[in-house]
């Protein structure tokens, strides 16, 4: 089956820890981007990536940072310096001709 | 303001009841339409997707765009109990990969 994963489901951040995200697809879609979703917002995007060893930074980078070194994986890291972690993060993929993204299932980050 | 506004809800309906969901944007450049659903703690699911203007019609769903009123809807005939999600529309401008989002519309349908 052709799909976007993302783990881990859950994930909990002590202060001052980095955390990172893993995604992965298997659609042989170039593009891949990062979301942040909190209650009442909507969608944010964090990264994008529009080819492998290349990425931009969306509306809200600061405090985290990504790496594309193979087509199918875009992990994304939560920095410490980002000091409101808490929400839903998405991860998307799509074919650069195509307008259409396709998510993920999400990984919900907490603070302890 | 926002570059898409989309009223949050809740809306809530009896199984049956025709849905009307909508966004309306500012955005004269956006040309590309999507209807996104996603359920509890799940990731968005496409469910509708538009070319400029007009209207889309795939099973219960039809997704309408008015490019000259900056106003988009999605219709959900003989709504169901597992409709009950939130509806996010999204936006783009041609050529361009940035997808601008509403903020979601939650909708339940009770048996």
């Known amino acids: 089956d052709g799909g976007i994963t993302q783990s881990p489901k859950y994930l909990f951040r002590k202060e001052g820890q980095n955390v990172t995200l893993s995604c992965e697809q298997n659609?042989?879609?170039?593009?891949m981007y990062w979301y942040r979703q909190d209650p009442g917002q909507g969608l944010r995007l964090i990264y994008y990536?529009?080819?492998?060893?290349?990425?931009q930074k969306g509306d809200i980078a600061e405090g985290y940072s990504v790496s594309r070194e193979k087509k199918e994986s875009f992990p994304l890291t939560v920095t410490s310096a980002q000091k409101n972690p808490t929400a839903f993060y998405l991860c998307a993929s799509s074919r650069l001709e195509q307008e259409t993204q396709y998510f993920g299932p999400g990984t919900r980050l907490l603070v302890l | 303001q926002k570059e898409v506004e989309q009223d949050p809800g809740p809306l809530s309906v009896p199984e049956g009841a025709i849905v009307s969901l909508n966004c309306t944007y500012s955005n004269s450049a956006f040309q590309y339409f999507m209807w996104y659903r996603q359920y509890s703690r799940k990731g968005p699911e496409l469910l509708m997707y538009?070319?400029?203007?007009g209207n889309k019609e795939d099973g219960r769903f039809t997704a309408q765009v008015d490019k000259s009123s900056k106003y988009i809807s999605l219709f959900i005939r003989d709504s169901q109990p597992s409709d009950s999600a939130t509806y996010l529309c999204?936006?783009?401008?041609?050529?361009?990969?940035?997808?601008?989002f509403g903020a979601g519309t939650r909708l339940a349908v009770h048996p």
């Open positions: 538009t070319y400029s203007s």
């Open positions: 659609l042989n879609h170039d593009a």
């Open positions: 990536s529009q080819i492998v060893n290349d990425f």
């Open positions: 999204a936006m783009r401008a041609g050529g361009y990969n940035k997808l601008i």
